[in-house]
């Protein structure tokens, strides 16, 4: 090759059997070899990866991505530490303006379109001027960076998901610079960017705190993983889709346990498997809890960058790097894993998965029995059966409940509700009547990037509104329906098919180019439908063909929610229900009064794939991309500050100066025990950083609504915790807000705590404010998978704002277990068998941590000494999860930024 490359082959003529490793695990090698300085990345870093333990390992190893992908719920944020830092650099006299990210980094803005307005030819401009109304000081802020920071590119509003344009245009496989070919690498502040894994590129998610920490040119340190080789075989069966797939995936690995491994695919499904069918695996790499889902490159890669207009020079060069470096898969390789899991993919079946889990996979033949017996599970409701259900709410009066009636004059809504165990409500609305009920669909939404970088799925949703529509069918009125494409090239093919226009007939209008429903920018729901569900205490349900169903995630009104395929999204909206027999029973009736099914308006295979070849262009890709950072018109008339230092302004309610670099130690204080802690919040299995942290909408009631009304911020333009992480006042008001969070030292649901000194019951933010009055630290317990979900890095800031000083938990999802390093927060393990109930622990202890102050290092084993109120003690050992030395720097400065901050004003 014409440019210098760390050869593997050349280690594999030295008899070091690189060729037996797992192409990750490869790519990690040359990593190291091809960074090794003898200081930060090492020898023994190099002899740990060639000599790669498939067992597992407690040795660490380093990466240096080549690259870092952003958007803009956590690049806002990464943006305002970076001017911080500057901030703080100045103050010590030095020369703010070198510090800037040493790699390349793309930020997205994809993540703050709502979906305000719906079903209509105006929505998308409506929610755009919305979008840059309510956004405009964070995009200033994001367009300084553009011209302030070296290496920084911004995707503007409107071009599509991060994800989907790092897959179709970003990535590169095989990159050139500074005279070396290596391949593509990068780490994302979201928990999917794993998706490129299947491209062939190494990627996978981190807190904010690690990206920028890389970006500033930091390895990033981990335990060297195991990797789980994941064999598919045969083909997806007719009437199945690429999401049925990963649903199923999802389930088997999430059973296994991959937390914290690699998975890498092999077998002859892989033959069959198009890149976006790949893609659509690798992208719910979070939702299995593995780091990676990789997908080695091979002739199907190379058929993709083609299709995408990648260059024949770039795609030349990824097939000559590959085939002579051994990262070019074959279908041959005798690859040794840690273990083997098998799927045959002729056993799928048409699957949804919910309701606030990605893993709780459920067969459509058994969808409508499955809600029954949720309903009775989490709601204690007696399931009554559709038809019995809508006379009883049609009822005038008597009934075997109570009822009431609500009249909203401005908007003739009328709500009768009969409050019996199952809820129905009448609605009459502008010569409209309906029931609404339990299993209503109020959200059917065609959204993120894991399903609409699949134009197989698109495409396929597209011919099913055809087929409907034609049929005289039409979506239920009460249906909040919305269709959010990852990239503008989904527009191009689906308005050359024709197919828009079928969608927009059932009410699927583009509503922009984002993540929308999927992060929990469902926007509010009709004013009549929001009110139907309050005040008959509604469990209504949402359809999306999203990754994330966390509770009060998708929007706080809505606790079902379920994943599928775009296809089904359709179809659900079709029926308006969840509690319905897709398989056997019609869909509707249409005008004439003929039954409807299923079979009658799902496409073949065929159709998709001849509709898929009529209608994709590679010249989509070029007109898109080749205008990708020029934004629209909006973009180009923001008016952003200019100069290398931000000029800060105290009266924003959306960018302030962080406080956790102002006036820094020259050297980090010594660190200490924890000594008469209190716990702050005691909470179960699998809370998520949406829990922690949550990203939608919050009330006028919350501390963050109470606190921007003080600053003259009326309700209306709250907006979301998620656009406002670049004010730490508001993201440290919201930790622990999530409307549905549990903590067991109160009977209030939502962010409310016990404060133990006087027994209130007050917010979690006021709590931590009254404790840190009396510098009371605080410590949360926790179960199992404790940090589970998105990359969220304001669940371990605003963790540390409050005064956290160590989460205890029975085990940690990997990205929040490293933020949480990341901002000097401990990590601890109960031990094997016991947690806090076999411990006897009810949460009102004071606690004392001893083992910090001194000989702190890797998985020690830490004292803990719990006192109850009548004196009796609780004595335990927990493990400090800090995986590595480099954590223990990380956390004796009181975090990574820090530790790196420091480095530089000593240089």
């Not at 080695?296 to 993709?304: A, F, K, S, V």
């Amino acid at each position: 090759m014409e440019h210098q490359i760390a050869s593997l082959e050349k280690l594999e003529g030295e008899n070091k059997r690189i060729s037996k490793l797992p192409f990750s695990i490869r790519i990690l090698l040359e990593n190291v070899l091809r960074n090794h300085d003898g200081f930060a990345i090492t020898d023994e870093h190099l002899d740990t990866l060639i000599n790669w333990n498939p067992a597992g390992t407690d040795k660490e190893v380093p990466f240096k991505p080549a690259r870092v992908l952003m958007q803009d719920f956590t690049g806002v944020p990464a943006v305002v530490d970076i001017a911080s830092i500057r901030a703080e650099v100045v103050r010590k006299g030095g020369d703010g303006s070198k510090i800037n990210p040493a790699i390349p980094v793309d930020l997205v803005i994809d993540h703050s379109v709502q979906v305000d307005f719906f079903g209509t030819n105006y929505s998308y401009q409506s929610n755009v001027d919305l979008e840059y109304e309510r956004n405009a000081e964070r995009y200033e802020l994001l367009k300084w960076g553009q011209q302030a920071l070296d290496n920084f590119t911004v995707v503007p509003p409107g071009m599509g998901i991060c994800h989907q344009v790092n897959l179709e245009y970003l990535a590169k496989g095989v990159i050139k610079r500074d005279g070396w070919a290596f391949p593509d690498t990068l780490v994302g502040t979201d928990s999917h960017t794993p998706m490129v894994n299947g491209i062939g590129v190494i990627a996978w998610g981190v807190g904010g705190i690690e990206a920028e920490a890389a970006m500033l040119g930091q390895p990033i340190y981990f335990t060297c993983p195991q990797v789980i080789g994941l064999k598919l075989t045969g083909k997806i069966p007719a009437g199945c889709t690429a999401t049925d797939m990963v649903l199923f995936i999802t389930k088997l690995l999430r059973d296994y346990g991959v937390v914290g491994k690699f998975v890498e695919v092999f077998g002859d499904a892989l033959d069959h498997l198009s890149v976006t069918d790949r893609a659509t695996i690798s992208n719910m790499s979070p939702e299995f809890g593995c780091t990676v889902t990789y997908f080695p490159i091979d002739g199907r890669t190379l058929e993709y960058m083609r299709r995408t207009n990648r260059s024949e020079e770039q795609i030349a060069l990824v097939e000559e790097y590959c085939k002579e470096n051994l990262l070019w898969r074959t279908g041959e390789e005798e690859i040794i894993y840690s273990d083997v899991i098998e799927l045959n993919l002729d056993t799928l079946e048409p699957t949804v998965s919910g309701p606030k889990r990605p893993q709780d996979k459920i067969l459509v033949r058994d969808f409508s029995a499955q809600f029954s017996h949720l309903l009775e599970k989490e709601y204690r409701r007696n399931y009554l059966p559709i038809k019995d259900r809508q006379e009883q709410a049609w009822l005038s009066e008597g009934g075997s409940g109570s009822q009431f009636t609500y009249e909203d004059r401005q908007t003739n809504t009328e709500i009768a509700v009969e409050t019996d165990d199952i809820r129905s409500v009448r609605i009459k609305i502008k010569n409209k009547e309906y029931v609404l009920s339990d299993g209503s669909i109020a959200i059917a939404a065609i959204t993120s990037c894991t399903n609409t970088s699949n134009p197989t799925v698109m495409v396929g949703a597209g011919l099913v509104a055809r087929k409907a529509v034609a049929r005289g069918l039409r979506t239920k009125s009460w249906v909040k329906t919305s269709l959010a494409p990852g990239s503008k090239v989904v527009t191009e093919y689906l308005q050359r098919a024709n197919l828009l226009e079928d969608l927009e007939a059932l009410r699927f209008h583009t509503v922009g180019y984002g993540c929308t429903s999927c992060i929990g920018n469902s926007g509010p729901l009709p004013p009549h439908i929001a009110e139907a569900v309050d005040k008959g205490d509604l469990v209504v349900a949402s359809v999306l063909s999203g990754n994330r169903n966390f509770e009060a995630r998708v929007h706080p009104q809505v606790k079902m929610n379920f994943l599928m395929s775009p296809m089904l999204v359709v179809v659900y909206a079709l029926v308006g229900r969840v509690d319905v027999d897709l398989i056997n029973d019609p869909l509707d009736y249409d005008p004439n009064g003929n039954p409807v099914y299923l079979r009658d308006i799902w496409p073949s295979q065929q159709e998709i794939i001849d509709t898929i070849n009529q209608c994709m262009r590679i010249e989509d890709f070029k007109d898109v991309y080749d205008v990708i950072f020029d934004g629209e018109a909006d973009w180009k008339q923001l008016i952003a500050p200019e100069g290398k230092n931000f000029i800060w302004n105290e009266h924003s309610t959306y960018v302030q100066e962080v406080p956790f670099f102002k006036d820094i130690s020259d050297e980090p204080l010594p660190t200490e025990d924890i000594k008469d802690a209190k716990v702050l919040l005691f909470l179960g299995d699998s809370v998520t950083t949406d829990h922690i942290s949550p990203a939608g909408s919050f009330k006028s009631d919350s501390a963050a609504g109470q606190y921007l009304i003080s600053k003259g911020v009326e309700a209306k333009d709250f907006n979301s915790y998620g656009s406002r992480r670049g004010n730490h006042e508001v993201m440290m008001r919201g930790t622990f807000a999530n409307v549905r969070i549990r903590n067991k030292v109160t009977d209030k649901e939502g962010g409310y705590t016990t404060y133990f000194p006087t027994g209130e019951t007050l917010s979690v933010y006021d709590a931590a404010m009254e404790y840190a009055k009396n510098d009371t630290p605080l410590i949360i317990l926790a179960g199992k998978e404790y940090g589970s979900g998105s990359s969220r890095d304001w669940a371990a800031k605003g963790a540390n704002l409050l005064g956290i000083k160590a989460v205890i938990a029975e085990s940690f999802e990997r990205i929040h277990r490293s933020n949480l390093v990341g901002m000097g927060i401990i990590p601890m393990e109960f031990l094997q068998g016991e947690n806090p109930e076999t411990l006897g622990l009810d949460g009102t202890e004071t606690f004392h941590i001893s083992g910090v102050s001194d000989n702190l290092k890797p998985h020690k084993l830490l004292h803990v000494i719990a006192t109850k109120a009548n004196g009796e003690t609780v004595a335990f050992e927990s493990k400090a999860r800090f995986d590595s030395d480099i954590e223990i720097e990380y956390y004796r400065h009181r975090g990574i930024l820090q530790y790196v901050l420091r480095g530089f004003l000593k240089k």
